[in-house]
């Protein structure tokens, strides 16, 4: 049995808000470099869905969602695929909790943001049917393939803004947080393994970055360039490309960040509108948060809330 991995992250360019980082590991049959996602799934799931198609939409994250379109096809696809791995979260909590999503090593000193203390946020946020979560599970045993894990990392603003205190370099945060949460689902020589993730701000060269991670494992370099950057450490194969949501566990982990950086901006937008009557809502990004951030001002001095824990400064 070969592994297969993809990561992918959503929310890096707002000012408000979490940035995440998702990654979806999975059991394949074969060499995972052969695997072809599509084509095992494609009775249950496309990437390119076509009028009354009742399958699930698995894509970039932002061609599943958009606000215009409504939350359900990005909300049933990831909620499917958690039922995969025996999750049934039943609030935006325990969704947290059951992807490890909601803390990382920075933790210790970031203060959990007002926002997130109210009453739990349920799930799923609108009905949905998730039956065809039952064929994708026959599907998985049909063809010999299993989903290992889904997890995510929140880094939300407080813990931003240390980590660029830290390395000074917005890429440098990505690729750290990244590879940080890669290696608590993967060993380099536990299988044939095969990693894809999207590149970090448009970087090369990944392998000094992999060695603060690897514990003086043996990293060779195979290719690094624009198109991509290939890399093999022990058993391993791990790859860095330009539009890798056109692998399926990439476009997964793209749509899982996706879904909890939704989340968590629907319970921040619930508690400053809980302040503030007929303040409309902000996704974060910088034009609309500036306003945001301007509106709320004077409830956010009354409330005692730090800019350090409401704005991402890059």
């Known amino acids: 049995m070969a592994r297969l991995i993809g990561m992918d992250e959503a929310g890096l360019g707002p000012n408000l808000g979490p940035f995440v980082v998702a990654v979806t590991v999975w059991d394949v049959p074969g060499s995972p470099f052969e695997f072809d996602f599509w084509k095992t799934f494609e009775e249950v799931l496309t990437n390119s869905p076509v009028a009354r198609d009742t399958r699930l939409h698995v894509a970039d994250s932002k061609e599943v969602f958009q606000p215009k379109r409504g939350f359900d096809a990005l909300e049933r696809g990831v909620l499917a695929a958690l039922r995969l791995n025996g999750l049934e979260p039943q609030s935006f909590e325990e969704l947290c909790q059951s992807l490890s999503a909601s803390r990382t090593q920075h933790d210790a000193v970031a203060e959990i943001p ?22 994708w599970r026959t599907a998985c045993q049909d063809h010999g ?28 945060v990505v690729s ?14 536990e299988a044939e393994t095969f990693v894809v993730g999207d590149k970090h701000g448009g970087r090369n060269r990944y392998d000094q970055l992999l060695s603060e ?3 003086g494992e043996m990293i060779f370099r195979l290719e690094e360039g624009a198109d991509r950057s290939d890399y093999r450490v022990g058993k391993t194969v791990l790859r860095f490309q330009p539009r890798a949501e056109e692998h399926g566990p990439v476009a997964l982990a793209s749509m899982t960040a996706k879904y909890v950086r939704e989340l968590a901006m629907s319970r921040f937008n619930r508690f400053w509108a809980s302040h503030i009557d007929g303040l409309k809502p902000t996704q974060g990004y910088p034009v609309d948060a500036k306003r945001f951030r301007e509106e709320i001002a004077e409830t956010q001095r009354k409330l005692g809330i730090t800019d350090d824990v409401l704005w991402r400064n890059r």
Request: aromatic share 8%; no cysteine.
């Open 114 to 135: 007002p926002w997130y203390r109210d009453h739990p946020l349920e799930l799923p946020t609108e009905p949905i049917d998730l039956k065809i979560g039952d064929a």
């Open 145 to 172: 393939v299993r989903l290992v894990a889904i997890k995510a990392a929140i880094v939300e603003p407080q813990q931003f803004n240390q980590l660029i205190r830290e390395y000074d370099n917005k890429s440098l």
């Open 176 to 189: 750290r947080v990244a590879f940080q949460l890669l290696r608590s689902v993967w060993s380099p020589d």
């Open 213 to 215: 991670v690897l514990d």
